[in-house]
């Protein structure tokens, strides 16, 4: 047997190559950003749960009195998120060394229940200002252990919630700019990922309320925990 066709052997035997490239999981789940900014900025008093630079923004307007946004809504959303990132980080800590495979599939199941947890939430008892709370706190939280996580992946370019440093990147590193042009197709992908999520979501938000939007999202993160491999 050749060298070249041994080493594709036993790279097809490995468990970390097998499933889908994180690079189109974090895409995925780029999608599912949007579909959760829409419910929580749309549906809960102009709250981010997975924006929090747009939410610390927001918690300005919210203190100097601006009509249409909530103080307690947008703490609850950034003290909760900060838990998640504090949990995501500590279970970093306990499986980063290990197979990035099952690491990326054991949070990316954990958000899955919590995204499940908050559309039932949300189709039990809709409208409710113990719902609202519920469905900033729990989806914040899942936001925080997902970042928290793909911060410590290190995939470059998608950080799945923010998009700032991407398009710095994708304008500043542009050949127009007189750059390399490189990883312009991904993060151009980071850009229309996001787009199509929150255009989904706002759309499912004003037609068919906050329940099936998160039920879409659990659901997705769900599939992409199942089929997540270790390699970028």
């Known amino acids: 047997m050749s060298e070249q066709s041994s080493t594709g052997t036993k790279a097809a035997d490995d468990p970390e190559e097998r499933g889908l490239r994180l690079v189109f999981v974090l895409l995925g789940l780029t999608v599912v950003s949007g579909l959760i900014d829409a419910v929580s900025y749309l549906g809960l008093e102009h709250v981010f749960t997975a924006n929090m630079t747009g939410n610390v923004v927001v918690l300005g307007f919210a203190a100097a009195g601006a009509p249409g946004f909530s103080v307690p809504h947008t703490l609850t959303s950034l003290a909760s998120f900060v838990v998640g990132a504090v949990v995501g980080g500590r279970v970093a800590v306990r499986l980063g060394g290990g197979s ?12 899955a229940v919590l995204l499940g947890v908050s559309a039932v939430a949300a189709f039990a008892a809709p409208g409710t200002t113990a719902t609202a709370y519920t469905l ?19 995939v ?17 590193d542009s050949r127009a700019a007189g750059g390399p042009g490189t990883r312009s197709p991904r993060r151009t992908a980071s850009v229309i990922a996001m787009v199509a999520g ?24 769900a599939l992409l925990a199942v089929i997540a491999s270790g390699r970028e």
């Open 100 to 111: 990035r495979r099952t690491w990326a599939r054991l949070t990316l199941a954990a958000e």
């Open 136 to 154: 900033i706190a729990v989806t914040a939280f899942a936001m925080g252990l997902r970042n928290a996580t793909v911060r410590r992946l290190g």
């Open 156 to 172: 470059p370019d998608l950080t799945t919630t923010v998009l700032t440093m991407t398009l710095t990147g994708l304008a500043a």
């Open 198 to 221: 929150a255009a989904l979501g706002a759309w499912l938000v004003l037609h068919h309320g906050l329940g099936i939007p998160l039920a879409i999202a659990a659901g997705l993160v």
